[in-house]
């Protein structure tokens, strides 16, 4: 019975990073609201050019802040299923102090 719940249980530990969902920090909203900020406090007009560039810009760094925590979070996620997999391996850092505490 183990031998057929071994392969399937490799399987789906194989699958579980697939289903993560991808981190969205929905740019364009953020990008407005930096556009309404600022033009709340007089640093520029909505409606001008530099309404448009300020939105540009916007776009541009939540952009690559949102490349950056994409990057992390597939880091993470290695890091975890190679965490799990080592789980039960006796020379793991935590499995030495947890089997010295048994004594």
């Known amino acids: 019975m183990k031998y057929y719940l071994y392969p399937l249980c490799l399987v789906m530990l194989a ?3 697939a ?4 981190i969205d920090l929905d740019c ?23 309404g ?10 939540c952009g690559g802040a ?4 994409q990057q992390q979070h597939e880091v993470g996620k290695q890091e975890a299923v190679d ?3 080592r789980e039960k391996q006796p020379e793991k850092a935590g ?4 089997r010295n505490l048994k004594r």
């Open 19 to 22: 289903h993560a969902q991808d």
């Open 66 to 69: 949102q490349a950056s925590a």
């Open 28 to 50: 364009k909203t953020l990008a407005e609201q930096m556009v309404e900020r600022l033009s709340a406090e007089g640093l520029l007009t909505a409606e001008a050019a530099d």
């Open 15 to 17: 699958g579980m990073p």
């Open 95 to 98: 499995n030495r102090r947890l």
């Open 52 to 61: 448009q560039r300020a939105r540009a810009i916007g776009m541009e760094l």
């Open 83 to 85: 965490n799990r997999l």
